[in-house]
């Protein structure tokens, strides 16, 4: 019912920046909260930020200063620019969202497909 499509992954060099955008389609009533996690190899999924509707935003201590997250809801698209970025920010990133979608009594939650992020030392 809701599918996501992320970009704007790569490879960059410590110390450089990336923006990702994830772009929501689908029977969307309303996304409530849209957000970015990580998984490196051997590692849990972890969230890294996340952003309701109204604009809250909440940050990983390990991206705080660093990671911005925003969103363009008339466009159902939310963006992660990253900033001062370390070799341990590498790692496989998927979007993420939470939805009221027409059809359906209960949001919906949706995973991108995820995009890669290498940064190098």
């Known amino acids: 019912q809701v599918q996501l499509v992320e970009s704007g992954g790569g490879l960059v060099q410590a110390g450089g920046s990336l923006r990702l955008s994830c772009a929501a389609s689908?029977?969307?009533?309303?996304?409530?909260?849209m957000g970015w996690y990580r998984q490196a190899p051997g590692k849990q999924r972890e969230l890294v930020a996340a952003?309701?509707?109204?604009?809250?935003?909440n940050y990983a201590d390990s991206v705080k200063g660093r990671f911005t997250i925003s969103r363009d809801n008339a466009k159902n698209t939310v963006y992660l620019q990253m900033n001062s970025l370390k070799p341990e920010d590498t790692a496989v990133y998927y979007c993420?969202?939470?939805?009221?979608?027409?059809?359906?009594?209960?949001?919906?939650?949706?995973w991108g497909q995820g995009t890669q992020v290498t940064v190098s030392s």
């Open positions: 952003i309701t509707h109204f604009g809250t935003t």
């Open positions: 689908g029977s969307i009533f309303r996304i409530n909260v």
């Open positions: 993420n969202a939470n939805a009221a979608a027409y059809g359906s009594i209960w949001p919906v939650e949706s």
